[in-house]
RNA sequence: CGGGGCGUGGUGUCAACGGCUAGCACGAGUGGUUUGGGACCAUUUAGACAGGGUUCGAAUCCCUGCGCCCCGACCA
C-alpha cells in the first residue's frame, strides 16, 4: 500500500482525554478512532492488525477442529428469557424497536443463540462432539468503560462452543483448547507474558481459566508460579491459600494482567434449560455436555501495545504488524518504486511512504505507526549500494542489497 | 452506580485579573524555498459543550444538563 493512498493523518499529540498507552499511540498513530466512550472504529492500519489476529485465531480454531459461523448480533428477549438472563444481566443492552415495541437484545455472549442453533442439529451421539466459533461484535452495557480499547461497550470476540456427551470427553477437548489457546497467544507476540491462570468457576465447575497477559494496564491481580509458569487470579487466592495448585509453591509473584481470554466448563448450565439433548448407543436421551472459550481480540491488539512500545510509539510484533516493511522514499522515487513493486511480488507486505515530506517526518511517523522493518530509499543508501535497513526494536540499520534484503523478507 | 477531575478552532495549551479585537504552537489552504529526524518564509483559514442565571460587562462566577477521563464498585 502506497502511504499518501491512506486517508489518516498521524498527531504528534494525544487527545488530552486519552490516558491509557493504548488509546493514545492508536490514536496517535491513526489505527482508531473513538466514537465515543467505549467505541472505537478500526481504521485502515488498525484493520490490518485487527485481520492478522483475526486470521491467526481462525487458523488455530479450525485446527482445533471447529467451524466458523456468524451468529446476529439482534436478538430476541426470548431466548434470553430462557435462561433468566434478560433479567439477570446489568450489562445486556437492551430495548425495544420503535415500530413493532417487541423487546431485543443486542449479543452480549452467544450461549442463548448457539444452543438453540445446535438444537437443530443435534440429536444423536453420532453428531457428537462437535465444536464452532464465530469472530464477531460483542455488546456490553459496562458501567464504566476504560483503558482505550481494552474494556469497550462494544468489541470483538471469538467465541467458541463445543459440544460433548460426557464429561470426560469435555475435558479432553478443554485441554486441547488451552493448549491452542497458548499457541494464538504465542503466534500473536505476547505468549511470553501471558499465562494460564486459575480463575473462579461459576456454578457447575470448581474452577475456570483464564489467559491473563501480564501488564500495568491491566485490572485483574495475578500470583504467577514462575515454577510452573501458570497463575493464580487474586479472586480466589484465599480457597489456594496462595500455593501453586500444580506443584505448592508458595513464592509467587503478584502482577498486573489484562484478561485476553477465558476457558469455561459449561456442563449443562445452558443445555438444560433449552432441552438441548442427544440419544445414546442405548437410545436414551441426555443432555448435551458444553464447553465455551473466549479471546478479546480488541484486548489482545491493545495489550500488544501496551506491552511493545517507546517513546516514538508503537513496536508492533511481526505477526500482527499491519505491514512487515516500512518503505521510505527519500527523494529517489524511480527506485523505491522498483523496490515496492518487486517486494509486493514476493508476497511481502509494504507500505511505502511516497509522500511528499520531509525527511524527519517520515521517520517520526515510521517509528509512531511501529512495522517491524524499515526500508530507506536514499541517494545516500544507493551510493552504498543498496538501501538502509533496519529493525523498529533495534538502533543500528545497515546497508544491504535490494536483492539480499528481499530475500531475508520474504522468509 | 458512588467519588474526583476536565470541557477554549481539527489537535495541544499550568494563554488570557470579571473589562480593549480570545493569544500562541501544530494542523489545514495558497505562493515560494527545501529534502537523512516532525524544515523554512509569506499569507489565509478556523474556536468558548448546551441551556439558564448573576453582572453595565462572563471563556472567567453560579445552577442544570450533556460529554470525556481517572479511582472504586461491577464484569454472567
Not at 187 to 215: C, D, L, P, W
Amino acid at each position: 500500500m502506497k502511504q499518501s493512498q491512506l486517508f489518516t493523518k498521524t498527531r504528534k499529540e494525544a487527545p488530552k482525554d486519552e490516558v491509557s498507552v493504548n488509546a493514545q499511540l492508536l490514536i496517535r498513530a491513526g489505527f482508531v478512532d473513538k466514537l465515543m466512550a467505549g467505541t472505537y472504529s478500526f481504521l485502515p492500519l488498525g484493520l490490518r492488525v485487527f485481520k492478522k489476529i483475526e486470521n491467526i485465531i481462525r487458523q488455530e480454531m479450525e485446527a482445533l477442529g471447529a467451524s466458523e459461523i456468524l451468529m446476529p448480533t439482534l436478538q430476541p428477549k426470548e431466548n434470553w428469557e430462557v435462561t433468566g438472563r434478560w433479567t439477570q444481566l446489568d450489562n445486556l443492552f437492551r430495548f425495544a424497536s420503535y415500530y413493532s415495541k417487541i423487546d431485543y437484545a443486542l449479543g452480549a455472549t452467544h450461549e442463548e443463540i448457539v444452543v438453540p442453533l445446535m438444537k437443530k442439529f443435534v440429536f444423536s451421539y453420532k453428531d457428537l462432539p462437535t465444536a464452532t466459533f464465530q469472530i464477531q461484535n460483542k455488546f456490553r452495557d459496562e458501567k464504566r468503560a476504560k483503558s482505550g480499547i481494552l474494556r469497550g461497550r462494544e468489541f470483538f470476540m471469538k467465541d467458541l462452543y463445543s459440544f460433548h456427551t460426557s464429561e470426560k470427553d469435555l475435558d479432553e477437548y478443554y485441554e486441547k483448547a488451552a493448549k491452542t489457546y497458548e499457541k494464538v497467544f504465542q503466534r500473536a507476540g505476547i505468549g511470553e507474558q501471558t499465562y494460564f491462570t486459575y480463575a473462579s468457576g461459576g456454578t457447575f465447575s470448581k474452577y475456570s481459566h483464564e489467559f491473563q497477559t501480564v501488564s500495568e494496564a491491566g485490572e485483574d491481580l495475578i500470583h504467577i508460579c514462575d515454577k510452573c509458569r501458570i497463575a493464580i487470579n487474586e479472586e480466589i487466592i484465599t480457597d489456594l491459600e496462595s500455593k501453586c495448585p500444580q506443584c505448592g509453591n508458595a513464592k509467587l509473584r503478584k502482577e498486573k494482567a489484562v484478561e485476553t481470554g477465558n476457558i469455561f466448563k459449561l456442563m449443562t448450565k445452558y443445555s438444560k434449560p433449552f432441552e438441548l439433548k442427544f440419544k445414546d448407543q442405548e437410545g436414551s436421551e441426555k443432555e448435551v455436555i458444553m464447553g465455551c472459550y473466549g479471546i478479546g481480540l480488541n484486548r489482545l491488539m491493545g495489550v500488544a501495545v501496551e506491552l511493545f512500545h517507546d517513546e516514538r510509539g508503537i513496536i508492533w510484533p511481526a505477526s500482527i504488524a499491519p505491514f512487515l516493511v516500512h518503505l521510505i522514499n527519500l527523494g529517489q522515487t524511480e527506485e523505491a518504486e522498483k523496490v515496492y513493486q518487486e517486494l509486493t511480488t514476493a508476497g511481502v507486505e509494504v507500505l511505502l511512504d511516497d509522500r511528499d515530506v520531509s525527511a524527519g517526518e517520515k521517520f517520526a511517523d515510521s517509528d509512531l505507526i511501529g512495522i517491524p522493518y524499515r526500508v530507506v530509499v536514499s541517494k545516500k543508501s544507493l551510493q552504498a549500494g543498496g538501501v538502509e535497513l533496519k529493525k523498529r526494536n533495534e538502533k543500528e540499520s545497515k546497508i544491504v542489497k535490494i536483492e539480499d534484503m528481499i530475500i531475508l523478507l520474504k522468509k
